[in-house]
């Protein structure tokens, strides 16, 4: 089951609580935190995302449906980071490597450790058939489509 995190900028307090928890578990931080909200991986489709498609190495794999950097593999020419339309690879110079979130996928954790972090309720994990659930919900298209029509009038 393919899974997605969602984040809520408005709720963020900018703790920055996330992104010390994936570097506390990882060495490195594979979020950043912009000028205001944290910025994470989008989980680009296995076959589809830039990172992956770039490597020369096929240091990027897919593993269940996750892209996940095989270290071994990276000869860190840092192609990916500049493929990234998000520029969220961030790099292990102590491992020599390209790092990638993963949500968590090679821990044990039920949760991303970001999202076990944050207090603020900003991050949430939803499966993509959570997803097409709530956007095939009318009353919620109905409300998207009348915030778009207001967001366009005041604009
Ligand atoms: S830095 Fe590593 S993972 Fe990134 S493109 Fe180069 S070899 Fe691949
Ligand atoms: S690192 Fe960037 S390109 Fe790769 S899956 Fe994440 S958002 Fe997509």
Redesign the pocket.
């Given at each position: 089951m393919k899974t997605l995190m969602v984040t809520d900028p408005e709720m963020c307090t900018e703790c920055e609580a996330c992104i010390n928890a994936c570097k506390k578990e990882y060495g490195v931080a594979r979020a950043r935190k912009t000028s205001t909200i944290p910025v994470?991986?989008?989980?680009?489709h296995?076959d589809k995302?830039?990172?992956?498609r770039i490597c020369p190495t096929g240091a990027?794999e897919n593993i269940d449906g996750t892209?996940k950097v095989n270290e071994d593999n990276c000869i860190l020419c840092k192609l990916?980071l500049i493929?990234?339309?998000?520029?969220?690879?961030a790099i292990d110079y102590d491992k020599g490597s390209a790092e990638?979130?993963t949500l968590c996928l090679e821990s044990d954790k039920l949760i991303p450790a970001c999202v076990e972090a944050c207090k603020d309720n900003v991050l949430n994990i939803f499966s993509i058939e959570d997803l097409q659930e709530l956007k095939d919900d009318e009353n919620i298209t109905q409300e998207l489509e009348e915030a778009i029509k207001t967001f366009k009038t005041k604009s």
């Open positions: 994470f991986c989008m989980q680009c296995p995302a830039p990172c992956s990027i892209l990916c493929a990234c339309p998000i520029g969220i690879i990638k979130c």
